[in-house]
């Protein structure tokens, strides 16, 4: 195969610290479980979230116990909630939604 690989992901990958989407750049922080209850605002008989993203200061956050395989699946969870509301936002904004 020519050419450059992208997208691989290895075992020795470090986990972002923040994604850049192109139109907007995202914040990933590695918490613990009081800080996501915090965040989550979460009702003391409700779970504690894996991850959750909030629209307010552009982050992810994300249950730093969890194994290195299962953050970056919550990542990227995440990731697609964050994508779809800033399309949302720029489309209220009036701005150009980015193809
Ligand atoms: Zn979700």
Redesign the pocket.
């Known amino acids: 195969m020519n050419g450059k690989r992208t997208g691989v992901i290895s075992a020795k990958s470090p986990l972002p610290k923040q994604v850049d989407l192109g139109f907007a750049v995202v914040h990933v922080k590695y918490v613990g479980d009081k800080k996501l209850r915090e965040e989550g605002e979460c009702e003391d008989d409700e779970a504690t979230p894996e991850g959750l993203?909030v629209d307010i200061d552009d982050t992810i956050y994300i249950r730093k116990s969890m194994s290195l395989a299962r953050k970056r699946y919550i990542i990227l969870?995440?990731l697609?909630?964050a994508m779809i509301d800033l399309r949302d936002q720029f489309a209220r904004e009036g701005k150009d939604i980015p193809k």
Do not use: P
């Open positions: 993203w969870h995440e697609v909630h």
